[in-house]
């Protein structure tokens, strides 16, 4: 299993590197950065999606309408289509997907790898059961 901080620091620089170019600007530090995020907010998680990869059958046609306040929950990525389990299970190696945690407990890693075979059963169970698209299901 891959250490979850080994790309972390790498991934954050490529990332601001991207953003430096395309904006003309500079980060002397990470502060910098963070404060660019939160005066360019469309801009940065527009680039974020694109960065991450997000898969959709339709980008978004606004990422967000910064005239409604936040306490009023604009809506983000208004026009997207996208399948979330499809994002989050397009890995299937040793890296961490989920780090479970608790007060009570020891850390629990799981891969994509481990997140992608439980999921396949899953389906493969809920399709027995002749559960269809459009279904509502609950786990315990």
Partial sequence: MRNPKENEGIQIKRFQKIIQEKYNTKFNDYWEFHQWTVDHLAEFWAELWDFVG?????RFDQVIDLSI???????????????????????????????????DKEAEYITFAQMYEEARLYAAAFRKFGIKKGDVVACK
């Fill in 54 to 58: 997000v898969i959709s059958s339709k």
């Fill in 69 to 103: 306040p936040m306490d009023e929950s604009p809506e983000w990525f208004k026009g997207a289509r996208l399948n979330f389990a499809e994002n989050l299970l397009r890995h299937r190696d040793d890296g961490v997907a989920i780090i479970a945690a608790g007060e």
